[in-house]
C-alpha cells in the first residue's frame, strides 16, 4: 500500500487479556516508531528501530510491553495482561532514517489502533 | 520538565486573524524539528520542517532559535480548515545511530466564523 497501515483499527480487551498491534510501515523505509497517545495529549514515545534492531526502547511503560521487527519491515506491538491505564491510542510510523543526509525526511503515521481495556 | 512544551490552548480566533504558536525544548542535542497538525481522530501528518533561517510555505511561517531552544509556528489568515490540533516535535540522533521523535502535548487551534 502507499502509506503506514495499522491493524486492527479497534479494539477492545477484557483486563488481564494478551493483545497484539500490528504495524506495516511503508515500503522501503528503514526507521519504525511506536507511540502511545492518550486522550487530549500529544503521542508518547514507546520504540524505535532501525530496520530489525530495536535501537531505543526507552518508552516502554513496564515490561508487559513488547515490541518486535524481526524481518526488518512488519512491527508487532504486543501488550501482555492488559490493564485498564493501557487504553489509548497506539500510533506506529515510518521513514527513512530522519536527517541523515536527507532534508528532514517526512515521518508518516498511520491511523492508529485505538485500545479499550474493559 | 516535558522534553518539548506547548501551551495547550485552545486558541480560538475569528476567521482571518493571525495566530502564533510557541515551543520550546529542553535536549540541546535535538537536531531537527518540525510541526506537524493533528485532526480529531486522525493520524498526525507534517505541516512544515523548521529551520533556522526561518521557512515559509503559503500562510504559515516556522522559526527556530536554537540558543533560545524555542521553535514558533505563524498561521496568517487563518481559515476554518485550519482548525486542528498542532503538535511541536524535535528529533534527536544517538551515538551509533537511530533517532527520537519526540512530541509535544500539542496546541489546539479553533477558527470561527
Known amino acids: 500500500g502507499a502509506g503506514v497501515s495499522q491493524s486492527p483499527r479497534y479494539k477492545v480487551a477484557k483486563r488481564g487479556q494478551d493483545v497484539a498491534l500490528r504495524c506495516d510501515p511503508i515500503s522501503g523505509h528503514v526507521s519504525l516508531f511506536w507511540y502511545q497517545q492518550a486522550l487530549g495529549q500529544g503521542p508518547e514515545f514507546l520504540t524505535y528501530?532501525?530496520?530489525?534492531?530495536?535501537?531505543?526502547k526507552s518508552g516502554l511503560p513496564s515490561d508487559r510491553f513488547f515490541a518486535e521487527r524481526p524481518e526488518g519491515s512488519v512491527s508487532t506491538l504486543k501488550i501482555q495482561r492488559t490493564q485498564q491505564e493501557d487504553s489509548a491510542v497506539y500510533l506506529c510510523a515510518s521513514s527513512f532514517p530522519l536527517g541523515q543526509g536527507a532534508k528532514d525526511t517526512e515521518a508518516f503515521f498511520g491511523q492508529g489502533t485505538r485500545l479499550t481495556v474493559v | 520538565r516535558k522534553e518539548v512544551e506547548q501551551d495547550p490552548g485552545p486558541f480560538n480566533v475569528p476567521e482571518g486573524a493571525t495566530v502564533a504558536f510557541n515551543c520550546t525544548y529542553s535536549?540541546?542535542?535535538?537536531?531537527?524539528f518540525f510541526w506537524y497538525r493533528q485532526d480529531c481522530r486522525k493520524e498526525p501528518k507534517l505541516l512544515m520542517s523548521?529551520?533556522?533561517s526561518g521557512n515559509e510555505d503559503g500562510r504559515f511561517t516556522a522559526q527556530l532559535n536554537r540558543a533560545s531552544q524555542y521553535i514558533s509556528l505563524l498561521i496568517r489568515d487563518s481559515k476554518l480548515s485550519d482548525s486542528a490540533t498542532y503538535l511541536c516535535v524535535v528529533n534527536s540522533f544517538f551515538t551509533g545511530g537511530g533517532n527520537k521523535l519526540t512530541f509535544g502535548t500539542g496546541t489546539q487551534l479553533k477558527v470561527e466564523l
Open positions: 523548521v529551520y533556522s
Open positions: 528501530f532501525q530496520n530489525e534492531a530495536q535501537l531505543d
Open positions: 535536549n540541546s542535542a535535538s537536531q531537527s
